[in-house]
């Protein structure tokens, strides 16, 4: 059934209110898991961030598993549900053409053994009836006639743009996001950290001009919110990082950027992606990749490996990740698919006034007066962010099936035509 203008926006506008409600939810799960790094970083006394997001990153292979057993078991065979539908499909097909009639000669006919004892009369017709396989089916009928041939022991390894892409290019791009975020914590401040991260939006605000996809385009209306996001994480932040640590923490912010504008791109063109697949790949990568990296970190003096976490220390870890990556990160990536690139790198910063209210609940801190200045561009860049989601959702084409043409043949054989391109 068409779906009408209002039914077309009602529903986008649903797409885009539940991919901000779930960000939010994202931030809050992301304000709790950093609780509880705080905990194990300065109560626990276990101050080794790359240990930390490495072993939360292994965690990823769980989606591995879970891509393997429910999306890798999906069959290309149909069942057939009742006769009509191989009736329909027999329809669909091309019958056999009515191309005339031909002489009988004496050299086409089979002689067979005939007994002369027993006389028998048998009268066959002087011509014969000729029909012509249609084009569309003929290569198929002459191959299915051909003797058979054992197959060729060639072996052709084809990806598909879904795993290509995200083995080659997404999963490595969001290791290199998390790795560089945790380099850069370890020789700059958090407040410097969330400043230098916050230029992300700038990032993509610049790519949406460069690149341009959907409703991932630069407006005045957007360069005003980025501006007033960065213009409230500098009132809580002073500014006076490492050399080392700006650097680190600019790449996370860019690759993050270059992240949201390829995944935009990416599903614009070719579909949703696969999460499972995704994250199932950053947890073997950061297996693969991360195990030797600790070795090394640990040679040059930056972070020893040893003694390894105790039980305490362990569980918290993997609490953090329960929520923090496992939850959190899923519903972010699910969010990120329902609203724009710009929409969620702004959301980020809110973990900012977040982070301000769990102090106040969870240690007794209230704000100062500057946090909860800052606090007030930071929300209103975020608010304003989902009001563009929602004029954008006013301006959206309405989409309109094709009418159905009432003709089973017609309607498989447009099916048949749009597999075959």
């Keep these: 059934m068409p779906l009408n203008a209002d039914g077309s926006a009602t529903a986008f506008f649903d797409k885009k209110c ?31 961030p790359f240990f930390t997001v490495y072993l939360k990153s292994c965690t990823l292979i769980l989606y591995m598993l879970r891509y393997l057993t429910r999306e890798g078991e999906e069959s290309s065979y149909k069942t057939l549900v009742n006769d009509s539908d191989s009736e329909s499909f027999e329809m ?52 299915a006639r051909l003797p058979y041939r054992s197959p060729s022991v060639e072996c052709h390894l084809q990806m598909s743009p879904h795993f ?35 230029s992300s939006s700038v990032f993509v605000l610049a790519f949406s001009i460069c690149f341009p996809v959907g409703s ?18 500098m009132i809580v932040s002073h500014y006076s990082p490492s050399l080392m640590g700006a650097f680190f923490a600019q790449i996370s912010a860019l690759s993050y950027a270059i992240y ?12 949703r992606m696969s999460i499972n697949l995704m994250f199932g790949s950053i947890g073997l990568m950061a297996l693969v990749i991360g195990t030797p990296m600790l070795t090394f970190l640990d040679k040059v003096g930056v972070e020893s490996l040893y003694p390894m976490p105790n039980s305490m220390q362990l569980a918290s870890i993997l609490l953090s990740a329960l929520f923090g990556t496992l939850v959190a990160d899923y519903l972010w990536l699910l969010a990120a698919g329902m609203s724009d690139s710009l929409t969620a790198s702004l959301s980020l910063t809110m973990a900012i006034p977040m982070s301000f209210l769990a102090d106040s609940l969870l240690r007794s801190r209230p704000p100062t007066f500057a946090q909860l ?19 954008a959702s006013k301006n959206q084409k309405p989409f309109r099936s094709p009418a159905g043409s009432g003709d089973r043949k017609e309607d498989n054989a447009k099916l048949i035509e749009d597999e075959q391109d």
């Excluded at 779930?22 to 101050?47: G, K, Y």
């Design 260 to 271: 949201l504008t390829a995944l935009s791109h990416f599903e614009e063109r070719l579909g």
């Design 216 to 233: 991932n385009r630069f407006t005045l209306y957007k360069a005003i919110l980025v501006a007033m996001n960065i213009a409230g994480v």
């Design 373 to 391: 200045l800052a606090a007030v561009p930071i929300t209103l860049s975020f608010v304003g962010a989902a009001f563009s989601q929602k004029s």
């Design 164 to 198: 290509k892409y995200t083995i080659l290019f997404f999963a490595p791009l969001w290791l290199l996001c998390s790795f560089t975020y945790q380099a850069a914590l370890v020789s700059t401040s958090v407040s410097n950290l969330n400043l230098i991260s916050s």
């Design 92 to 143: 669909s097909c091309d019958s056999l053409s009515v191309e005339g009639f031909e002489s009988v000669t004496e050299d086409s006919e089979v002689e067979s053994s005939v007994d002369d004892s027993v006389n028998r009369t048998v009268r066959f017709s002087q011509q014969r009836e000729v029909r012509r396989m249609p084009s569309s089916t003929a290569e198929d009928q002459r191959r």
């Design 18 to 48: 539940v991919g901000m409600i779930l960000l939010v939810i994202v931030n809050i799960l992301w304000v709790l898991s950093s609780e509880l790094t705080r905990f194990i970083f300065v109560d626990e006394e276990f101050n080794r």
